[in-house]
């Protein structure tokens, strides 16, 4: 029997840090999820939360902590861009991935319609209409209708896997 941590049934997890080790061992993407409130104020964070749900109509979901201090202001989007991040934007999803005053002051946007900034430098994006939030545990789960997208680099994206970002493929 190998040695890999087993987690019996009736276990319940009492130490996240155990479910955050298993998770940690599924590779994901990274992106910076941004959105507008239409009144100009506009937020964004790092997510790897990310996954496509349906085709048609083309939806997409990504999970919000309950704990951001940016949740009403989510919750009150009314448009919002999904920027997927190139292996060399590590230091950006950094500066997303911590709270700051304005996350967007001299980060390189790109020039697209809509008031939800789109990041540069990235290998795809999305721009999306909120269609639902559902809360789940300790997170929202925020389902987004993707209204335009486009591929923008066949470049390597940025990959988190065991806990660290790096690049996707060699
Ligand atoms: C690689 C990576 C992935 C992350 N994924 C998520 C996520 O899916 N959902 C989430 O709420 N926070 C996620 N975070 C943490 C947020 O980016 C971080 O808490 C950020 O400060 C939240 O922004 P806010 O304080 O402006 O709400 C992630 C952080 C990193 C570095």
């Known amino acids: ?33 941004t959105a507008s409130d239409g009144e100009r104020r506009r937020g964004g964070l790092t997510i790897n939360s990310f996954i496509s749900v349906s085709l048609d109509p083309p939806l997409v979901l990504w999970s919000l902590s309950s704990r951001s ?24 999803a950094l500066r997303f991935a911590r709270p700051h005053q304005d996350k967007f002051d001299g980060v ?34 925020h389902i987004w209708e993707v209204k335009a997208a486009a591929v923008l680099s066949p470049e390597a994206p940025l990959v988190f896997h065991g806990g660290e970002m790096r690049r996707g493929f060699e």
């Open 1 to 33: 029997m190998s040695s890999a941590l087993v987690l019996e049934d009736t276990d319940s997890i009492a130490d996240p840090a155990l479910l955050r080790r298993v998770c940690a061992t599924y590779p994901t993407g990274v992106a910076i999820v």
């Open 108 to 141: 390189p946007l790109r020039k697209v319609a809509g008031d939800a900034p789109v990041i540069d430098g990235g290998v795809a994006f999305m721009r999306c209409k909120p269609w639902s939030v559902t809360e789940a545990g300790d997170h929202l789960l």
């Open 69 to 92: 201090p940016n949740r009403a202001f989510f919750n009150s989007a009314t448009q919002g861009a999904i920027t997927i991040l190139a292996h060399d934007q590590a230091e950006l």
